[in-house]
């Protein structure tokens, strides 16, 4: 290939141009017009060269000629870029990808994961999305996440969040709570469903919130109304009135999630001073489901502060590559039921069937006060489809997904909307 044309002219141009500045003491209109030519051109030239190396990169090097050859010799350093810039999104795409380990293998991981929940002294557990996807809730990072669409610009939909019952991940560990084999468990999770598998309150950190809460920060403490519906139908990022009032001093009701960018302050059910000391105390965590790109961020649930050697074993069973992979004793690549399944047997511990006649949500539940049945749409809880209100039996109550507001929120609060004229 030839050498570019005029680089040559538009150099002398443009050093003309610079002697010009250095002898007037400043540029004229026309000078400063014939420089931006000249840095608008080798941009140009800059890109159209980017773009030919870029496409002789995609041949294989038997199909390249001589002349492309000799092209990438004389473009190291775009070779370089762009053969890195290939890596990193190779890197990134094999990141987002599910792996399952090989059944045997997967086995003999729980076997290992079984003896070191037996030889915990402080066991601790952390769930994010990936536990709830058996109950039809979607995750967010993973092919079919929240994020993972709505970055995509697909819409999202969900199961009538109403119908969502706990997984068998989630009554297992409420099973080896029972037993003291888990001290504690600090959940990303909003839906929910920890409370409802009948793990104790002061056993949980939820810290993003919890749908079926709304308190009153007004009152001292903040006082909670727990619901049988989900409160956040009409919330969303930095708008937490739910429209109702509190009973005792009339001030309006704000939901406790914790969406993307915020920052948590309630004290319940997010439970931050409780998570603080689970981890501090903790010789094993167990992460389950979740990427933790975000649990990733909060120092205090890793006890960074103590050198390495004195800090918790990890153990991890999640789908796809988390940042803490390389800090694990133990990654298991597998469905959290799956993994948590063989773990029961492995311990010989059998897992209770969820019912909704033992739901714990039904005896915490405050009722509503006479005028606020109207302040929701969203479908109730019921122990049975019987005692279902009238109108409420029969499917949702639109053909629209039924959303929480925390639900998929928060994920294009950086996109820049352009505005109408």
């Known amino acids: 290939m030839r050498p570019e044309r005029g680089l040559p002219c538009e150099a002398e141009a443009e050093e003309r141009v610079s002697r010009g500045a250095m002898a007037a003491g400043g540029l004229s209109r026309s000078e400063r017009k014939a420089a931006e030519r000249v840095r608008r051109l080798r941009e140009e030239q800059q890109r159209e060269r980017l773009r030919q190396v870029s496409r002789i990169l995609r041949k294989a090097a038997a199909e390249r000629s001589a002349e492309e050859g000799r092209l990438l010799a004389e473009s190291a350093d775009l070779v370089t870029e762009l053969q890195g810039r290939s890596r990193r999104r190779e890197g990134l795409k094999r990141r987002q990808e599910e792996v399952c380990d090989d059944p045997e293998e997967l086995r003999g991981k729980v076997r290992e994961l079984a003896s070191a929940v037996r030889n915990a002294k402080y066991l601790v557990v952390y769930t994010g999305a990936g536990i709830s996807t058996a109950a039809s809730i979607p995750d967010y ?11 995509k610009g697909r819409s999202v ?3 009538d ?11 297992s560990i409420t099973r080896l709570h029972e037993q003291k084999l888990v001290q504690h468990v600090v959940s990303q999770n909003c839906d929910g469903l920890h409370l409802r598998s009948g793990l104790p309150r002061t056993a949980i950190s939820e810290l993003h919130g919890n749908m079926y809460i709304e308190v009153c920060t007004s009152c001292v403490p903040n006082r909670e109304y727990v619901r ?3 409160v956040t139908e009409r919330t969303a990022l930095h708008r937490h009135q739910t429209g109702r009032t509190c009973h005792k001093c009339g001030t309006q009701l704000r939901d406790t999630i914790v969406h993307f960018g915020e920052r948590g302050t309630l004290g319940q059910p997010l439970n931050w001073e409780a998570a603080t000391e689970a981890a501090s105390r903790a010789d094993t965590i167990l992460c389950l489901g979740s990427s933790l790109k975000v649990l990733k961020k909060y120092p205090r649930l890793w006890c960074m ?9 990890l153990y991890i069973v999640n789908l796809q590559w988390t940042p803490k992979d390389d800090w694990a004793a133990l990654k298991l690549h597998g ?3 799956d993994v948590m399944r063989l773990l029961m047997a492995e311990l ?4 209770p069937a969820y019912s909704r006649w033992q739901d714990p949500i039904f005896s915490l539940a405050t009722p509503l006060r006479a005028g606020e049945e109207g302040s929701h749409s969203r479908k109730s809880l019921c122990r049975s489809r019987e005692e279902a209100p009238p109108g409420d039996r029969g499917g949702p109550l639109s053909s629209a997904p039924i959303l929480g507001g925390w639900f998929g929120r928060g994920c294009t609060k950086r996109i820049k909307r352009k505005k109408v004229t």
């Open 161 to 171: 969040l109403s119908e969502a019952e706990p997984t068998l991940t989630h009554m």
């Open 141 to 151: 990072r993973g092919p079919n996440g929240v994020w993972t669409l709505l970055q």
């Open 335 to 337: 469905k959290c039921d």
């Open 305 to 313: 502060t103590k050198p390495p050697s004195r800090r918790p074993k």
């Open 157 to 159: 939909s969900a199961a």
């Open 348 to 351: 010989g511990l059998e897992i």
């Open 228 to 230: 049988v519906f989900d």
